[in-house]
């Protein structure tokens, strides 16, 4: 791929998510043609299909707590963790916190969040690379739907935990069966609408958790 952004540009259009109405994002409308286009590209760097142009209803009730509870990210340094196309970040750029990073590993996502910034205004740092095993200096870590597979969740939460430890863990999940039921502290939760494309269901009944820590007494997690 030649132009990230011209791709991206290319294969989406410009809509908003229906809990966040208020920023503005680079969205797919139909899941078949860009999951086409996309899978030549993501099938030889060996990664997952085009998350990023889709607003999860993890990034979408992040999002939306965020931004009517601004104060909780104001002046802060906030890193968005497997972000996609960015909507959390996007939230705390706009509520005022002082820096705002967004990782994932496909290198498409980044350049989206950065697009999707530029769409309402705002700016985001992107960090690159694989940081499950890494100590970011934030004061506050988001991951929305980040347990879609087993064997992403066995990597993350561990990884959330430890970090959970220095900072402040939020995790945003639809339900997902391999989304931690323990070691969680529920800070709100929403249902969201979902289309039977995406998501096979028409709504999903989604929780923003603060992640606990690993407690060096052994001691149980409260959930
Ligand atoms: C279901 S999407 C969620 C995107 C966004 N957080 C949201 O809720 O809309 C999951 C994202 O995790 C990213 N991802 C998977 N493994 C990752 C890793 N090790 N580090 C960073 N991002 C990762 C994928 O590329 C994808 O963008």
């Known amino acids: 791929m030649n132009d990230p952004a011209e791709f991206i ?13 208020e920023l503005r994002l680079h969205l797919a409308t139909e899941i078949t043609p860009i999951w086409q286009a996309t899978e030549s590209h993501l ?15 993890g990034s979408q ?9 601004p104060a909780l990210v104001q002046g802060r340094k906030v890193l968005d963790f497997a972000c996609g196309g960015g909507l959390a970040a996007l939230a705390c750029a ?17 350049e989206a969040a950065q697009l999707n910034a530029g769409l309402n205004a705002l700016s985001v740092t992107p960090l690159s690379g694989d940081q499950i095993g890494t100590l970011p200096e934030v004061d506050l870590l988001l991951c929305g739907d ?6 992403m969740a066995d990597r993350i939460i561990p990884w959330l935990r430890n970090c959970a430890q220095t900072m402040e ?11 931690p039921k323990e070691g969680i502290e529920v800070i709100t939760s929403k ?10 269901k028409t709504s999903r009944d989604t929780r923003l958790c603060r992640i606990l820590p690993l407690r060096a007494s052994g001691s149980s997690h409260r959930s």
């Open 169 to 179: 863990v939020w995790m945003a999940d639809p339900g997902r069966p391999y989304a």
């Open 191 to 200: 249902t969201l609408p979902t289309t039977m494309e995406l998501e096979g």
């Open 146 to 151: 980040v347990c879609y597979n087993q064997q």
């Open 94 to 110: 706009r509520s005022g916190a002082n820096t705002v990073l967004v990782n994932d590993i496909d290198p498409l996502a980044l």
């Open 61 to 69: 009730l992040l999002a939306r707590w965020i931004l009517d509870h």
């Open 43 to 57: 099938a030889a760097l060996n990664i997952e299909p085009p998350f990023w142009a889709f607003a999860w209803p």
């Open 9 to 21: 540009f290319s294969q989406t259009v410009i809509g908003t998510a229906p809990l966040v109405p």
